[in-house]
């Protein structure tokens, strides 16, 4: 798994709940980033993390926050599910600890459906 | 807008050499990156560069805005979504993935 767990694999939301994918590193890497992929889009950065303590947003972080109080994890929290976030979702981190790179090591993907 | 184009369906016969054509708008990007994704796997980086490199059955060309991958002896296996994407130098820390495309493989 490139060092990146995600969980859980599979979920199914009601429009308006709430819930939080996680994502943990064992490789003590600073960067870490959400994206999310859809049929015909591609992956779009969502936010992305480049230390403990540091956000910042993607191309598309309206209805998702994030936080990163430690190194090893950066959940990707959604407030309140819409059908327009059905979607799977990678969490990856760059192959060096502290430089990017532009080689991701992604995790194996979260599959949200939105009802 | 920064943007990487690709096209989303490229079909092949087995034996072949495929190639998956990219291109950016992305005035500071210099590097491209190739990914690979099976779905229900996470995708993986198969080659990247400012320059020609090869990694296997895998060739990338590359000019300044654009980039071809080129997949030799192409096998049904090979069949999966393949991302190009590009970085900004002034802000590396962003990945810009295109639209994937779509390899199929025919016997």
């Known amino acids: 798994n490139a060092g990146v767990t995600q969980t859980p694999k599979f979920q199914v939301l009601k429009t308006g709940q709430s819930m939080t994918l996680q994502c943990a590193q064992d490789?003590?890497?600073?960067?870490m980033s959400w994206y999310r992929q859809d049929p015909g889009m591609g992956l779009r950065l969502i936010h992305y993390s480049v230390g403990a303590g540091i956000t910042d947003q993607g191309e598309v972080p309206n209805g998702y926050n994030v936080s990163r109080s430690t190194t090893e994890d950066f959940p990707l929290r959604l407030l309140s599910a819409a059908p327009s976030q059905t979607s799977v979702y990678f969490c990856a981190r760059f192959s060096l600890p502290r430089r990017s790179t532009g080689e991701l090591f992604f995790g194996e993907g979260s599959r949200l459906t939105v009802l | 807008k920064d943007q990487v184009f690709q096209p989303s369906t490229v079909a092949s016969s087995e034996g072949a050499v495929v190639e998956i054509f990219c291109n950016h708008s992305?005035?500071?990007?210099?590097?491209f990156f190739w990914y690979l994704h099976f779905p229900g796997c996470a995708p993986r980086l198969l080659v990247k560069g400012s320059k020609p490199s090869q990694q296997g059955r895998y060739n990338m060309t590359y000019e300044r805005f654009s980039s071809s991958l080129l997949i030799l002896q192409v096998r049904e296996a090979d069949a999966a979504v393949y991302y190009c994407?590009?970085?900004?130098?002034?802000?590396?820390?962003?990945?810009?993935f295109g639209t994937g495309t779509r390899l199929q493989v025919f016997p």
């Open positions: 490789m003590n890497h600073e960067y």
């Open positions: 994407a590009g970085d900004d130098c002034y802000n590396t820390d962003k990945l810009i």
């Open positions: 992305v005035s500071n990007a210099y590097n």
